[in-house]
């Protein structure tokens, strides 16, 4: 079994990982641990075995915070746990070596629990307080407890032994911990680079649009935040073999502090970058050491404190990216100076241009003169689910209200959705008709209401729920993942049909289903002809372009309905006459369709049903020609003055 991505399928633009330079990296890696204890000074090796052992936070603390979007600080807090847990068994209750071990990982991972499953329901940066309190809380435990043998702490338990053989020096020992922080650093880069791990990314870019898209994003948190503590309690139990006393000082805030540095000089988000801030770290922990009883005589680790906190200042402000930031600056400095130099030796004949170039195309929409290639019957259309025979309700709404204070922005609304069949949902400015796609997606909890799809209710429902059945949105204002490319946008969408979780992902063991879920968001981006610009970042492209590729992310998914909120809304007229031609043909297909859109022309001659909104209450439902005379209509939606409201209708009429 291969640790790392594996697929006979391959990935043709380099989506997924590229494994060759990550073995490449590994080995390198190896290949310094194997030589090192050969060729190094005492303190050096001594710096050597802190960084591995501390890399093991580090590398936990940057999945958490620099993937998931967590902040925590009280990293040393599980480290702390790791190390206490795994000192109390071997030395008050005799057990063996491996066995206390997973002890202390355990014990880390079921506090990381227990303060997990309260705080990560919250947002914002409560997680970083709570685990600021729990760092408190350890220490100040270990300090007056007994058990913990208070400030002396545990000491008295034996060195590691393998294969009878102690590990009784640095060399042993650090040659002893890179085998876990290799596979550490393995399993972590897998992770990053999986289902689970680019979810955990689109949750950080936009937690509405991930949950929109089948993403639990609560589970997922607490999964990463429970893996991160894990790493933590690893690196607490090498700890506590090296120093060979456990005493509360592991848990002190500077602890959290140094690991917290680690992962912000390695570049948040960067694997590698918190196993080469480890190392800097600890250097840096070395030079302050001397540095700072020189420089103020009698300064002890409060001060050494303040080091600390001004290197974490510096890097903010002068690489907020860390180390990573700098070598792939630098890497892609090399490059484009390869790049000039063979462009100079040998003018390449036609170059092709850059999906860049195409994506920063003049047109504002993005729309280019060919014919619109969806809107023939012969292009690939995006697949969609029908679980309903056409003309059976897939989405009931009853009572639906939502009151914001005073303001009643939806009025006990209540309609019935045909399956494969197109709703559109019109209104003026305020009218109601995002707040109501908002309740029936699971956005905001209605204040009154049901909202039934396939037969069961989901209203205050978080939106993955509706999503995991096959419900999808798109969002008038773009709820776009910044932190990835186009594609990687549409391959979010196929989240609801992907099944690796972080485990398989860890593992490496998932490269088929990414590849073969990456070919489908490919087929659908060239369905909506964006296939050119697959490879761009998302946010580079126009707007328009941007709106088209949110509607192929909610199409890659498969939906059974799916809600349009504005779709329209910036697209030039080709684009909206292809998109128009394609949500027909999807239609037909059996997709059911509700939509919110402002382009009132369009709307009547796409929907087989229309819903009007007007200060929150339904004024009219049913077939377009029936609405559009509607006088209730006219008058609310066009103005008082019904004539001059019929006369802008006929002017629709004859646009349409
Ligand atoms: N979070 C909120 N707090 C208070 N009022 C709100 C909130 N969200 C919406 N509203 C109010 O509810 C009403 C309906 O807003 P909503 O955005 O649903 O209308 P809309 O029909 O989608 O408008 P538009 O076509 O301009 O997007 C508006 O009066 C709006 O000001």
């Not at 603390?61 to 620099?66: D, I, K, P």
């Not at 549409?490 to 485990?503: F, H, S, T």
Request: hydrophobic share 50%; proline share 5%.
């Amino acid at each position: 079994m291969s640790l790392l991505n594996k697929s006979t399928v391959p990935s043709r633009t380099g989506f997924w990982p590229n494994n060759r330079n990550t073995i490449i990296g590994i080995v390198l890696l190896a290949v310094g641990i194997l030589a090192l204890p050969f060729v190094a000074s005492s303190s050096l090796m001594n710096i050597a075995v802190f960084t591995l052992i501390f890399a093991l936070p580090a590398i936990g603390l940057s999945l958490l915070m620099g993937l998931a979007g967590q902040v925590s600080l009280g990293q040393a807090s599980f480290f702390a746990i790791g190390a206490y847990t795994h000192a109390i068994l071997l030395s008050k209750f005799d057990m063996p070596g491996p066995v206390a071990a997973i002890g202390g990982v355990v014990a880390a991972m079921l506090a990381a629990l227990l303060v997990g499953l309260p705080m990560l329901r919250l947002r914002g940066h409560f997680l970083a307080l709570a685990t600021l309190g729990l760092g408190f809380i350890v220490m100040i435990a270990v300090r007056e407890w007994d058990f913990t043998g208070r400030t002396t702490g545990i000491y008295g338990f034996g060195r590691p032994e393998v294969f009878g053989i102690p590990i009784d020096n640095n060399g042993f020992f650090f040659w002893f911990v890179a085998p876990f922080v290799l596979i550490a650093l393995v399993l972590a880069l897998n992770l990053t680079r999986s289902r689970a791990g680019r979810a955990l990314s689109a949750v950080n870019d936009s937690e509405l649009a991930a949950e929109s898209l089948g993403v639990n994003t609560y589970i997922l948190r607490l999964k990463v935040f429970v893996l991160s503590a894990a790493f933590a309690g690893l690196g607490g139990v090498f700890y506590a073999y090296q120093v060979q006393i456990v005493s509360p000082q592991v848990a002190e805030f500077h602890v959290s502090v140094e690991i917290l540095l680690m992962v912000v000089i390695g570049g948040l988000g960067s694997v590698w970058g918190a196993v080469a801030g480890a190392f800097i770290v600890e250097l840096l922990s070395e030079g302050l050491r001397d540095l700072i009883p020189a420089l103020i005589p009698g300064a002890t680790g409060e001060v050494q404190l303040i080091g600390y906190g001004l290197v974490l200042v510096l890097v903010i402000i002068l690489l907020p990216g860390g180390l990573y930031q700098a070598v792939m600056s630098a890497w892609r400095a090399i490059r484009h100076r390869g790049s000039r130099v063979d462009a100079g030796a040998a003018p390449s004949p036609e170059p092709a241009p850059s999906a860049a170039a195409v994506s920063t195309a003049p047109d504002a929409g993005g729309a280019t003169d060919a014919a619109p290639a969806a809107s023939t019957p012969d292009t690939p259309l995006p697949a969609v689910s029908t679980p309903l025979a056409v003309g059976e309700p897939i989405l009931e709404v009853a009572g639906l209200t939502k009151r914001y204070g005073g303001v009643v922005a939806v009025d006990d609304v209540g309609f019935t959705v045909p399956a494969g069949k197109i709703m559109g949902l019109i209104g003026p400015n305020g009218a109601g008709k995002t707040t109501c796609f908002n309740m029936i997606s699971g956005a905001i909890a209605p204040t009154a209401g049901t909202v039934r799809f396939l037969g069961e209710e989901i209203q205050g429902r978080k939106p993955h729920v509706g999503a995991l059945k096959g419900l999808t949105r798109t969002f008038q204002n773009l709820q776009v993942f910044a932190s990835t490319d186009v594609v990687g946008n549409v391959y979010m969408g196929r989240y609801r049909k992907g099944r690796a979780g972080i485990v398989r992902g860890m593992l490496g063991l998932q490269g088929r289903e990414q590849y073969a879920h990456e070919e489908i968001a490919r087929e659908v981006l060239e369905a909506m002809r964006l296939g050119d610009v697959a490879g761009s970042g998302a946010s580079d492209l126009p707007f328009g372009r941007q709106r088209m590729m949110e509607v192929c992310r909610a199409l890659a998914s498969e939906p059974a309905l799916l809600l349009l909120d504005e779709p329209m809304a910036g697209l030039s007229g080709k684009e909206r006459d292809m998109l128009a031609a394609l949500l027909r043909r999807l239609r037909d297909a059996g997709l059911t369709i509700v939509l919110v859109e402002h382009d009132v022309a369009q709307v009547m001659s796409l929907a087989d049903t229309v819903a009007v909104l007007d200060d929150g209450v339904l004024i009219a439902h049913g077939d377009p020609e029936t609405v559009r005379n509607d006088p209730k209509v006219i008058v609310a939606y066009l103005g008082t003055d019904a004539e001059e409201a019929e006369a802008e209708l006929m002017e629709l009429e004859e646009q349409a």
